[in-house]
């Protein structure tokens, strides 16, 4: 078989740059040759601990969720897609049943096969290849004058989709966003895309925070200089998963206002200020993952919607390691970093 190469971890700090024989699509699948792919926390932690969250490597694992490419081979079965045709993927594969309970809630599903996860065993390799057969059912052709670059962005953008809906509407409601990294900065670019009066964005990067203000917000807070976020807001989006911020964010939220958790949080034990939650009768929500929100992010996507300003660095294949690096290291000032898998255009660093 024709060898391909693929981003692979090994275990704790090693990755490594496999040959893997190149796969055909079977029944109901697509062969796709994957152009571009973002790097996301996952893929760093499995990189630098063997592990994410309680997801721990048994044996080796393609890295990557963020994808996009082009089809380049359709399995039997398949119709509604054409050689060459430009693609994004949905991560998650649902096994077994959905519980009723869950209906039209497909992300809280307990089992899930998602591209790059070492969830279950066998793991699910991810998209961090020259090709990778997905089934068809997954695919997600892209709207006329969305690029493949843009295309991975998708994936993380239907995050923060998920996220702004969890809070309801949001036209002419005040938002906080704390946490400018690059799922913070989609919400800031959601929220404003929704209709938000206006959005402030918090970090202690002055590197994020000049993201953020590219993405749409309207103010920032800079907490490294003292900076305290604003009162009185709306709706607030807590995307650092940093547990001392909570105090902090609730006491930023408006009586009766909601607050919605989208940073993970640690699964140990944390102190954490929580008296504003009873007193200011706030609504605290939590946001994982997304439904289907990846279309509406095609569409956000196809109206106009620029993703390009949270787009920090871009490597080819071969520098994986360099480019997980580059995404671990806050000193490097990175947002989201991009791994250049094929299609044969030289990449700028």
Not at 298 to 304: E, I, S, T, V
Request: glycine share 12%; net charge negative.
């Amino acid at each position: 078989m024709t060898p391909m190469k693929a981003v692979v971890v090994h275990g704790a700090g090693d990755v490594r740059i496999d040959e893997r024989p190149r796969p055909e699509p079977a029944r109901d699948e697509v062969l796709l040759a994957m152009e571009w792919g973002g790097i996301c926390g996952s893929d760093v932690a499995y990189w630098r601990k063997g592990a994410s969250g309680t997801a721990a490597l048994a044996h080796p694992l393609v890295l990557g969720h963020e994808v996009a490419g082009r089809v380049a081979a359709l399995g039997p079965g398949v119709t509604g897609l054409a050689e060459g045709q430009p693609v994004t993927v949905h991560p998650a594969q649902l096994v077994g049943e959905l519980p009723e309970r869950l209906t039209g809630r497909s992300n809280l599903h307990a089992h899930v096969r998602y591209l790059g996860s070492a969830a279950l065993t066998p793991h699910t390799d991810g998209g961090f290849s020259e090709f990778r057969t997905v089934p068809a059912a997954q695919v997600r052709p892209l709207p006329d004058g969305v690029d493949t670059q843009s295309g991975a962005l998708a994936e993380p953008l239907a995050v923060a989709l998920h996220a702004v809906g969890r809070a309801g509407g949001l036209r002419g409601r005040t938002v906080l966003v704390n946490g400018a990294g690059p799922i913070g900065s989609l919400v800031v670019a959601a929220a404003r895309h929704l209709g938000a009066r206006s959005v402030c964005a918090a970090d202690l990067s002055s590197a994020s925070l000049a993201v953020a203000r590219e993405m749409g917000a309207d103010a920032t807070v800079d907490i490294s200089l003292g900076e305290e976020l604003p009162r009185d807001t709306d709706v607030v989006f807590e995307a650092s998963g940093a547990p001392a911020a909570l105090g902090a964010v609730l006491r930023a939220t408006a009586r009766g206002g909601t607050l919605v958790q989208v940073g993970n949080l640690p699964g140990t034990a944390e102190p954490a200020v929580l008296g504003d939650l009873v007193t200011r009768e706030i609504t605290w929500i939590g946001s994982y993952r997304f439904v289907d929100e990846i279309d509406d992010a095609l569409r956000a996507l196809r109206d106009g919607l620029d993703v390009s300003p949270v787009i920090s660095h871009r490597f080819p294949l071969d520098q994986a390691e360099r480019a997980l690096a580059v995404a671990a290291d806050p000193a490097s000032a990175s947002s989201k970093v991009m791994l250049r898998l094929g299609g044969g255009t030289p990449v700028t660093v």
